[in-house]
């Protein structure tokens, strides 16, 4: 497979392969001594446990209302806001998960009264928000999904009252903003994570919260408890920490979120050497 592209006249080193089409990528991935892949949990799966394999999935990425600063909750309307909706809501580093202990609904209803509205707008048009999905049914399954999830007691949409969700169109289709709210940390729902401005607004207790949010990618947790805040840095489920407000999707490009390429490539080694050095 390589030979055919190398003698095609396509170097190496600028090949991607997909695994999706086909066999190829799984084959690729098998064979090669060290891979990246991109992928939903199902594909993530597949290597777990797989040295050769450096496998990124949903970031499930979150920010949490500790109980000392819940009561102040419309100060951070804005930062929530923003976390779900920049970008589209496509990155792994966007919030898909607001956990508090009290004030969820009212939490749920003002973020939802913020970009619940927004229409799909063409996207050569400055204002433009939100991505198409382009893949025919790709978004017909996302709000199928969601459905079957608000069937669930417990579960609310705070957006319905703003228009439909999937509007169809003739090339592609949208889905508009989204926000659920949960009242427990249990339901499908708050476990959920999709490819546009989407986030559920789960109710849990501070104590529960470490237990009950899961794999995080990115966590903002704005609070001023020394001990709650010594939780969060050790826990190990939470590949970055932001302490304070700040949005999910605000990145320090010293502190790439998916590691730094040397880790990726090379291998940590001692080294001692006696006498001169040679070059």
Not at 63 to 87: C, H, P, R, T
Not at 104 to 115: D, L, M, N, Q, V
Request: aromatic share 8%; net charge neutral; glycine share 8%.
């Amino acid at each position: 497979m390589f030979n055919a592209f190398v003698q095609a006249g396509v170097p190496k080193q600028a090949m991607s392969i997909y695994p999706g089409l086909g066999d190829i990528g799984a084959a690729v991935l098998n064979s090669c001594p060290r891979s990246l892949i991109f992928g939903g949990s199902a594909t993530v799966e597949q290597y777990k446990g797989n040295p050769r394999v450096q496998a990124h999935g949903p970031g499930f990425s979150k920010i949490i209302l500790g109980d000392d600063k819940v009561d102040q909750w419309e100060k951070y309307v804005e930062i929530m806001a923003d976390s779900v909706y920049v970008n589209s809501g496509r990155g792994c580093i966007n919030c898909s998960g607001i956990w508090a202990s009290r004030h969820t609904e009212k939490i749920a209803e003002a973020i939802a009264a913020r970009i619940g509205p927004i229409q799909p707008l063409p996207p050569d048009d400055p204002k433009a928000g939100l991505a198409p999905f382009t893949v025919p049914n790709q978004a017909d399954g996302v709000n199928n999904d969601i459905e079957a999830a608000l069937k669930e007691a417990g579960v609310t949409d705070m957006t319905a009252k703003y228009g439909k969700r999937l509007d169809k169109r003739e090339r592609c289709d949208y889905m508009r903003p989204t926000i659920m709210h949960s009242d427990s940390p249990d339901t499908a729902m708050a476990k959920k994570e999709y490819m546009f401005p989407f986030a559920t607004v789960v109710r849990c207790p501070q104590d529960k919260m470490l237990e009950k949010i899961g794999p995080t990618l990115v966590c903002t947790a704005i609070t001023d408890d020394k001990k709650f805040q010594r939780a969060l840095i050790d826990a190990t489920h939470i590949d970055r920490l932001n302490l304070g407000p700040m949005p999910t999707i605000k990145l320090n490009w010293l502190q790439p979120h998916e590691g730094s390429i040397v880790d990726f490539l090379f291998r940590a080694r001692a080294f001692q050497h006696e006498g001169p050095v040679t070059a």
